[in-house]
């Protein structure tokens, strides 16, 4: 067998952009999977037609084949050209849209690095059993082999890589975690507030920050950093000296988590927004959820404060029994229970107005840009952790008229068209998604047209809170699309229980879909709300 090594060369170009392309895909899945290997495993479990699908199938046996036909002899060029095309045929393979890119942090690059280095190893060890077998000809029929089956099992190295790197990811996170909080410790002057919540808690960050800048250096770190070590890292890189107040989110998909965060940040204050059936397929039931976000409660110092949304049932039942300081806010509750409270709540197009009332009577002129009731209790949370700082109504009713809207989180956007967007399609639940609705409700210009896959990540909860979102859909929404057959299925069973009628539904798989679907039905004057977006881990 004559080798032509130029074209084999090529080969290897071409086997390397498509492998780096799908290796950059499993590193991404990693991420978001907080690159723990049962996580990852479990993804992938899920999995039906993305990272492995059939056109893979088809080229992992036909570069077998190719093989099989090198070593029987066959023209080695037209074995390279159908080799170049099953690689080419995969990386055609269409990209997926994401809406959280990965992030190449120092983590990320390592466990990149550890890939390369265990298919290097494959490809090396391959080259040398066929170079002892029947040198460079055999060598290249092994190389050829590894570059199918490394294609084939990318994401069994990219499994195998991070499973070899958490004894020692451990490490460098503990010596993160010891840093962050040695650093927390040496500061007795600042003042940490940490908030937590099924829902609302980003919203309540950047409510709290803006509210409190009127009178404090504050820091407010940036997204959802909400993991241990995004806390790590914002702390470590971003608190300084001149900051008075930290703003703490903390978020958890499981027990102990919340606990681990308190102990790190230490906060003296503590919120706690609202309980509700988020993350069900790693708490179990909302029992295991209140118990987790009140770990927050319970390392609070004796003389911490407890600040807790009073309208939430759940959240009630957590402050009745805190016999710490405690704050309660709320719109609906008993006045005179509540330390601080909403009243002559107007809400619009353009956003609310109320008065903030304390215990005492007191009260304060309030407008903001924020849409929805729902937010004002995200504004209340911030006012008790500013009333509690010492600030004055009328301070606290200045920052709030210059808080402004999170990004997709009912986000209002006027694209200059005619036509209004909102944007609220970080996550869903069954609280927000109503809330989400009641605001589209009060937009009566045109039709009103929703974009939503539904709720995820509710276990037993989520086709029966799907179908009933699909019976709140039907008495707002004009026009319905929803992304993903199967996934709205429930959807549509609550559309169908309204007797919603069939041909203002429009069902599609990708956003592509939506966005030529949605040139044909809007017009000047209608407004379409994209409600949640399923996680790009997500597949039917």
């Known amino acids: ?103 190449m942090t120092g983590r990320a690059k390592r466990l990149r690095t550890a890939w390369f280095q265990l298919t290097g190893l494959l490809l090396l060890i391959l080259a040398l059993i066929g170079f002892l077998f029947n040198g460079f000809a055999g060598m290249a029929v092994t190389l050829y082999l590894a570059f199918v089956l490394s294609n084939g099992l990318c994401y069994y190295l990219m499994l195998a890589a991070v499973i070899l790197r958490v004894p020692y990811e451990n490490k460098i996170n503990q010596g993160f975690y010891d840093q962050a909080h040695g650093k927390i410790e040496s500061r007795d002057d600042l003042k940490v507030v940490g908030i937590t919540g099924s829902f609302g808690k980003t919203s309540t960050k950047f409510i709290t920050g803006t509210i409190l800048k009127e009178k404090f250096n504050t820091l407010v770190p940036p997204s959802s950093f909400n993991s241990t070590m995004g806390v790590c890292k914002v702390i470590n890189n971003d608190l300084k000296d001149e900051h008075e107040v930290f703003l703490c989110e903390m978020g958890a998909r499981a027990m102990g988590q919340i606990e681990e965060l308190a102990k790190l940040a230490e906060p003296q204050i503590g919120i706690i927004t609202a309980i509700g059936p988020t993350h069900l397929e790693t708490f179990g039931h909302i029992g295991n959820i209140m118990k987790t976000k009140y770990e927050l409660i319970e390392n609070l110092p004796c003389d911490g404060i407890a600040v807790f949304n009073y309208d939430d049932p759940n959240v009630k039942k957590m402050a009745d029994k805190t016999f710490k300081e405690k704050v309660l806010y709320g719109i ?131 086709d029966a809170a799907n179908e009933k979102f699909g019976e709140y859909i039907a008495d707002v929404c004009e026009a319905v699309i929803l992304v993903g057959p199967k996934q709205t299925e429930p959807i549509q069973k609550g559309l169908a229980n309204k007797d919603y009628p069939k041909d203002q539904i429009h069902i599609v798989r990708t956003m592509a879909e939506v966005q030529a679907l949605l040139g044909q039905l809007l017009q000047p004057g209608d407004v379409v709300l994209f409600e949640n977006d399923l996680p790009d881990t997500y597949n039917e």
């Open 1 to 103: 067998m004559t080798i032509d090594y130029s074209l084999m060369g090529l080969v290897a170009v071409i086997w390397g952009a498509v492998i780096s392309k799908r290796m950059t895909y499993y590193l991404h899945m990693a991420q978001l999977e907080g690159y723990k290997p049962e996580a990852f495993t479990g993804w992938k479990q899920h999995q039906v037609d993305r990272g492995f699908n059939a056109t893979h199938r088809g080229a992992l046996i036909f570069g077998v084949l190719l093989c099989v036909a090198l070593v029987l002899g066959q023209a080695f060029i037209w074995i390279s050209i159908g080799m170049m095309a099953l690689l080419l045929m995969t990386w055609m393979q269409p990209a997926d849209q994401v809406k959280k890119p990965l992030v």
């Open 332 to 462: 609906e509750a008993d006045p005179e229970v509540l330390d601080l409270r909403a009243e002559n709540i107007q809400v619009n197009m353009k956003g609310s107005t109320f008065d903030l009332v304390d215990k005492e009577g007191n009260r304060a002129a309030c407008q903001t840009k924020l849409l929805g009731k729902h937010n004002i209790h995200n504004i209340l949370a911030g006012a008790s952790v500013a009333v509690t700082l010492g600030m004055t109504l009328d301070e606290i009713a200045s920052g709030i008229a210059k808080i402004e809207p999170v990004e997709h989180r009912l986000q209002l956007i006027d694209p200059g068209t005619g036509v209004l967007v909102i944007d609220d399609a970080f996550n869903s639940n069954p609280v927000s998604s109503k809330a989400a609705l009641d605001v589209l409700d009060a937009f009566n210009t045109g039709k009103r047209v929703i974009v939503t896959p539904g709720m995820v990540e509710l276990a037993d909860e989520q």
